[in-house]
């Protein structure tokens, strides 16, 4: 059984910085590349950030600059480090990992931690 939590989401100003962390547990993990989604009300889920085990990271646009993916494979654990946050940046933040199990890959999502850019 594989689950990944995601933690650290709230309230903060724009201009302000807040860190989500996100861990997976379960037995026997292989993952491979973890990242980041969001959505926002009325939007489609768009991918923030992602990172591969060997540390290739990619972002969009809208948050390149701004937003820092890492990952501690000694814990299992993807941080998103969002600074500079604007209102737009609003929305569930979805954490993913990609897990072979067997022979087999699934991502595995957690269940979505809340941001809210206001002031």
């Known amino acids: 059984q594989v689950q990944l939590v995601e933690s650290g989401g709230g309230l903060v100003q724009p201009g302000g910085s807040l860190r989500v962390s996100c861990t997976a547990s379960?037995?026997?993990?292989?993952?491979?590349?973890m990242g980041w989604s969001r959505q926002a009300p009325g939007n489609q889920r768009e991918l923030v950030a992602s990172?591969?085990?060997?540390?290739?990271?990619n972002y969009a646009a809208s948050v390149e600059g701004r937003f820092t993916i890492s990952r501690d494979n000694t814990k299992n654990t993807v941080y998103l480090q969002m600074n500079s946050l604007k209102p737009e940046d609003t929305a569930v933040y979805y954490c993913?990992?990609?897990?072979?199990?067997?022979?087999?890959?699934?991502?595995?999502w957690g269940q979505g931690t809340q941001v809210t850019v206001s002031s």
């Open positions: 990172i591969t085990n060997t540390g290739i990271t």
């Open positions: 379960g037995s026997m993990l292989n993952i491979g590349a």
């Open positions: 993913y990992g990609n897990i072979l199990r067997g022979q087999t890959w699934r991502a595995y």
